[in-house]
């Protein structure tokens, strides 16, 4: 059985700064994992794909997978009280989309 | 484009009464999900699609059923609603590699 884990937080950053959540994965055989960003009493909305090893940049995003050591990561840069939001990592899978609790992400002005 | 659409945003059922929440995608995507969410539980997989005519359970399928209609539509129903049912239910929708997409959400409350 697939498993994702995440630190469920509160983490919290001040405006600008880098927040950094963090994701481990069970799977030693996956390979892609979205970031998806959910606001309270929202849907989740998808703001990363990676696939590969390594960093994949997107504006103020950066996703980084570690095969190796089986975790995912996301950076966000310039971190903006807009931000504030719960972060889910999923398993892309074969089939499933598994997915994380999710972490809490307070940026605080 | 409307994405992912479900059907209904809202329902209050009594225990033992039986619905069927409704999901529909316009992106030709070939997978589709059921997941609740619950207060600190994250998104739990219910039942999945991977393909237009085939169906598999996910961690918590007791107590529902599916139906993938065609490729687009993806319903779940509960025969017999129990307070444990209390959720909000999200369907979503991915293609192989860089979509994954979710409908607006069902607010279910059980009484």
């Known amino acids: 059985q697939k498993e994702v884990e995440q630190n469920s937080g509160p983490l919290s950053v001040p405006e600008g700064a880098i927040a950094s959540l963090n994701c481990t994965y069970s799977?030693?055989?996956?390979?892609?994992f979205f970031w998806y960003r959910q606001y309270s009493g929202k849907s989740p909305e998808l703001i990363m794909f990676i696939y590969s090893n390594g960093d994949k940049e997107d504006g103020r995003f950066t996703a980084q997978l570690n095969k190796a050591s089986q975790y995912v990561s996301l950076l966000i840069r310039d971190s903006q009280p807009s931000d504030s939001a719960t972060y889910l990592c999923a398993d892309t899978g074969f089939q499933k989309l598994v997915f994380g609790t999710g972490t809490r992400l307070l940026v605080s002005p | 484009n409307a994405g992912v659409t479900q059907t209904p945003k809202f329902q209050v059922l009594k225990t033992g009464q039986s619905m069927t929440l409704q999901c529909a995608q316009d992106?030709?995507?070939?997978?589709m999900y059921w997941y609740r969410q619950d207060p600190g539980m994250g998104l739990r997989l219910i039942y999945y699609?991977?393909?237009?005519?085939?169906?598999d359970k996910g961690e918590v399928p007791n107590g529902y059923n599916v139906s993938r209609l065609n490729k687009r539509e993806f319903s779940l129903r509960l025969e017999s609603a129990a307070p444990s049912q209390t959720s909000v239910y999200f369907c979503?929708?991915?293609?192989?590699?860089?979509?994954?997409?979710f409908g607006p959400g069902t607010r279910l409350t059980v009484t």
């Open positions: 699609s991977a393909s237009e005519g085939t169906t």
């Open positions: 992106m030709n995507h070939n997978s």
């Open positions: 979503a929708s991915r293609d192989r590699e860089r979509e994954g997409c």
């Open positions: 799977d030693r055989g996956s390979q892609s």
